[in-house]
């Protein structure tokens, strides 16, 4: 008998357990879980739209210092990350044999058209005397002249030749055709500065034998490389979906990882009109001046670039959390009384945060919060 009571009870507590968990709780409970939804009233103000891309620091301007001449560097007075200025004395070249042998030659070349230009005058002033006298024709002075002419002509053409061989430096060639033709020896000769600037670079040492860069195109060993760092550029690369909104002239505001907390000023100085695909991705580079009066940027730093597109003003703006798709279309949730409505929206501009709303929507909607709550499992 007590075995029987035991199972009933037993049975009784399984079916109060089933009908928990099957049948939905009391309304009174279900009331109490509920919670109100969450609005945001509609407003227009003024969105700061930018784009925004990581890029790498690059002096405006680097100039590659060769010599005019192939030979052993003898001596160096800079140092790397020294300021320089135009004309001042970096390096000491001593010249190679060939070259010297060739600009010898050019120099004996030149001395013995002075030779002729002298006696083509000399002819000509005795021929001018014996035309005055009576002696020879008219024809014949003037072709003494033309001789003498002729003679100034391959002289200056001879200059240029040496002046050439000389990878027009004037303190060398006014040194070679000054000195005595018979002198012998290696010329040492001083490589300037070509402009004012920050040597970032020395590529040679003392003892090293480099070649000329006036022997062929493009050609030379670069002895250091100068670079005005004053001002620098960021150079970005922008998605082809972004770069109709960019434009030379608009602000940037750029971020260093080296330098952490500081901000700098920039603009958009550049576009490239041709685009660069890598991966299926197409990208245009897009160069950035920034001051750099005080030398606090160096070359190859990391910059964060935010480029100041345009100010929409005076448009409607909601959180991008606001949007729901549904079927293809952009829809909010109005709250209308106790109801909420769903309206279709358009969305004209999109940021990582916020959309532009240009139809749907009025100035005062309240907007329904979408609830990502999780329900109970049953």
């Known amino acids: 008998m007590k075995r029987g009571w ?40 003024t969105l700061h739209t930018r784009v925004s891309e990581t890029g790498t620091l690059v002096p405006i301007r680097t100039l590659d210092i060769k010599s005019q ?50 006696q083509a005058r000399r002819n000509f002033v005795r021929m001018d005397g014996l035309h005055a006298k009576g002696f020879i024709a008219r024809q014949e002075l003037e072709s003494a002249e033309q001789e003498a002419q002729q003679a100034m002509v391959r002289r200056e053409l001879a200059e240029k030749e040496l002046l050439l061989a000389l990878g027009g430096n004037q303190e060398l060639f006014q040194r ?16 300037l500065s070509s402009s004012d600037g920050t040597i970032i670079d020395i590529g040679v040492q003392p003892g090293e034998m480099i ?7 493009g050609g030379g060993t670069v002895l250091m490389k100068l ?3 004053r001002r620098m550029v960021a150079q ?30 920039g603009v958009v100085t550049a576009i490239a009109p041709q685009g660069e695909k890598e991966e299926s991705i197409v990208t245009y580079e897009v160069t950035i ?25 005076d448009v409607i703006v909601v959180p991008l959390e606001i949007l729901q798709s549904e079927q293809g279309d952009d829809v909010v949730y109005v709250q209308e009384g106790s109801d909420q409505v769903r309206r279709k929206v358009r969305v ?29 499992s049953r």
């Open 6 to 45: 035991i199972v009933l009870v037993l049975a009784v507590g399984a079916i109060g357990v089933g009908v928990y968990w099957f049948f939905p709780m009391p309304l009174a409970q279900e009331s109490q879980e509920k919670e109100e939804p969450r609005v945001i009233v509609v407003e227009r103000s």
């Open 348 to 376: 004209a501009f999109r940021t990582p945060t916020q959309a532009v709303i240009t139809q749907g929507l009025e100035e005062g909607d309240r907007l329904v919060v979408p609830s990502f709550k999780k329900t109970r």
């Open 227 to 229: 670079a005005d760092l």
């Open 69 to 118: 001449f192939s030979g052993e560097v003898l001596e160096i007075f800079v140092r790397e990350g020294e300021q320089v200025v135009r004309d001042q004395p970096l390096m000491v070249i001593r010249q190679e044999p060939s070259q010297a042998r060739q600009v010898a030659q050019l120099r004996a070349k030149l001395e013995q058209e002075g030779f002729n230009v002298a």
């Open 236 to 265: 970005a690369k922008i998605n082809e979906v972004s770069i109709h909104r960019v434009r030379t002239g608009q602000p940037v505001m750029i971020r260093l990882d080296a330098i952490p907390g500081a901000e700098f000023e």
């Open 211 to 217: 070649t000329s860069g006036t022997a062929t195109v």
């Open 176 to 191: 070679y055709i000054s000195q005595d033709p018979t002198e012998t020896g290696l010329e040492a000769f001083r490589v």
């Open 289 to 313: 001046e920034i001051d750099n009066t005080d030398l606090s940027l160096r070359p190859m730093m990391t910059a964060n670039v935010d480029i100041l597109t345009e100010d929409l003003t």
